[in-house]
């Protein structure tokens, strides 16, 4: 996984984390996304 796409996710991650909905999908659906 380059670079880029990890440092995205991690944003994603850490900006879904605190809202009432599961961070969990959408790290599944963030590499989908980016390709």
């Known amino acids: 996984m380059p670079l880029h796409q990890v ?3 991690a944003i994603v991650q850490g900006i879904t984390e605190f809202l009432p909905i599961s961070s969990s999908a ?3 659906l963030a590499p989908w996304l980016l390709n």
């Open 7 to 9: 440092i995205i996710l």
């Open 26 to 28: 959408h790290l599944a």
